[in-house]
């Protein structure tokens, strides 16, 4: 086993060079989806004022879960390596987040949040070498635009703190989904994932017991909860999520970042009557339209001399 995790080690990006196929986006954007459950499933099922607990709960046993299956550990440069990807994509982005909402209106922090795929396509560009289309920079701004209108509120108060924690949970974020990309994985991808979910949980136990104290009695409503958050919200999304990374180019799978706030939007009104506002259907329509806009393969110019006839001078 160690000998085959070093093989693998030796030439990280391998699993990064996958040609993405039509339905990626569509299996990948159902990680988005699940994560966009979220916010219902802790107002409604979760004990209240315990969002650390419920970020260390959601990676923590669903990592350990995994590498129990799974039974591969990191090996040489790795567990560094994995550190840094737990804390960028699990453990800092949900203390970062959760610093953001609690000092932000629910609609300026998600709009802070939607910044990620921009941030990830300039991030990519400058150190992966991928090209940053004219198309992904409008999509991203239209995503942007689009989640203000959907959950941005009139007369949203707004704290430097929690503006400052917004836009670092977006850089942490995408930094974490280009160093993926970059390090591509050494071991199947059930493997991976639990290191980075063991990793995230391993930093956030601790501050969530500072922060949130012990843990209180649970009832069966908050177990269902946790088990949901466990399972669909970490172990299956991240599965999925990372899968795509591997296989998408780093803007393209960023931009399906924004189906989570449609998704707890569709949540909201199914489940605690919401409705919504012109503005507000104006605004999920230019989200839809940015992913759309976001998923278009890049065109590319044919290798035969008959598509491709040589300019005359």
Same mark, same amino acid.
């Given at each position: 086993m160690t000998a085959t995790i070093q093989r693998h080690e030796s030439i990280p990006r391998t699993t990064a060079a996958t040609t993405p196929g039509r339905l990626d986006p569509i299996i990948t954007g159902l990680a988005p989806a699940a994560w966009g459950l979220t916010y219902i499933v802790t107002t409604?099922?979760?004990?209240?004022?315990?969002?650390?607990?419920?970020?260390? !709960?959601?990676? !923590?046993? *669903?990592?350990?879960?995994?590498?129990? =299956?799974?039974?591969?550990?990191?090996?040489? @440069?790795w567990w560094w390596k994995v550190a840094v990807l737990g804390v960028l994509n699990i453990g800092a982005f949900f203390v970062l987040l959760f %610093?953001?909402?609690?000092? !932000?209106?629910? /609609?300026?922090?998600?709009?802070? +949040? @939607?910044i990620q795929p921009l941030v990830a396509a300039g991030l990519a560009?400058?150190?992966? /070498?991928?090209?940053?289309?004219?198309?992904?920079?409008? *999509? +991203?701004?239209?995503? %942007?635009?689009? %989640?203000?209108?959907?959950?941005?509120?009139?007369? *949203?108060?707004?704290?430097?703190?929690?503006?400052l924690a917004g836009l670092a949970g977006a850089l942490s974020m995408a930094s974490g989904v280009v160093l993926t990309k970059h390090w591509g994985r050494p071991v199947p991808l059930a493997a991976f994932t639990s290191w980075q979910l063991i990793a995230g949980g391993v930093l956030l136990a601790? =501050?969530?017991? *500072?922060?949130?104290?012990?843990?209180?009695?649970? @009832?069966?409503?908050?177990? =269902?909860?946790?088990?949901?958050l466990a399972t669909g919200g970490a172990a299956a999304s991240y599965l999925i999520w990372f899968r795509g990374v591997a296989r998408l180019p780093v803007a393209q799978v960023s931009l399906l970042g924004l189906i989570s706030p449609i998704v707890a939007t569709i949540a909201g009104l199914v489940v605690l009557g919401q409705t919504l506002t012109p503005a507000q259907l104006f605004g999920a329509a230019l989200i839809l339209t940015a992913i759309a806009v976001g998923q278009r393969p890049a065109a590319t110019r044919s290798t035969?001399?008959?598509?491709?006839?040589?300019r005359r001078t």
């Amino acid at each position: 086993m160690t000998a085959t995790i070093q093989r693998h080690e030796s030439i990280p990006r391998t699993t990064a060079a996958t040609t993405p196929g039509r339905l990626d986006p569509i299996i990948t954007g159902l990680a988005p989806a699940a994560w966009g459950l979220t916010y219902i499933v802790t107002t409604e099922l979760l004990p209240p004022g315990r969002p650390l607990l419920a970020a260390t !709960l959601r990676a !923590l046993p *669903a990592g350990l879960a995994l590498a129990a =299956i799974t039974r591969r550990r990191p090996t040489g @440069s790795w567990w560094w390596k994995v550190a840094v990807l737990g804390v960028l994509n699990i453990g800092a982005f949900f203390v970062l987040l959760f %610093v953001a909402a609690y000092r !932000l209106p629910g /609609g300026v922090a998600a709009t802070l +949040g @939607s910044i990620q795929p921009l941030v990830a396509a300039g991030l990519a560009t400058a150190f992966l /070498g991928e090209r940053l289309r004219r198309s992904s920079v409008a *999509a +991203g701004m239209l995503g %942007v635009v689009g %989640v203000g209108l959907l959950v941005l509120r009139s007369g *949203a108060a707004v704290d430097a703190v929690g503006v400052l924690a917004g836009l670092a949970g977006a850089l942490s974020m995408a930094s974490g989904v280009v160093l993926t990309k970059h390090w591509g994985r050494p071991v199947p991808l059930a493997a991976f994932t639990s290191w980075q979910l063991i990793a995230g949980g391993v930093l956030l136990a601790p =501050i969530a017991l *500072a922060v949130e104290g012990q843990p209180p009695s649970l @009832s069966g409503q908050n177990l =269902i909860g946790f088990t949901w958050l466990a399972t669909g919200g970490a172990a299956a999304s991240y599965l999925i999520w990372f899968r795509g990374v591997a296989r998408l180019p780093v803007a393209q799978v960023s931009l399906l970042g924004l189906i989570s706030p449609i998704v707890a939007t569709i949540a909201g009104l199914v489940v605690l009557g919401q409705t919504l506002t012109p503005a507000q259907l104006f605004g999920a329509a230019l989200i839809l339209t940015a992913i759309a806009v976001g998923q278009r393969p890049a065109a590319t110019r044919s290798t035969n001399p008959q598509h491709n006839p040589p300019r005359r001078t």
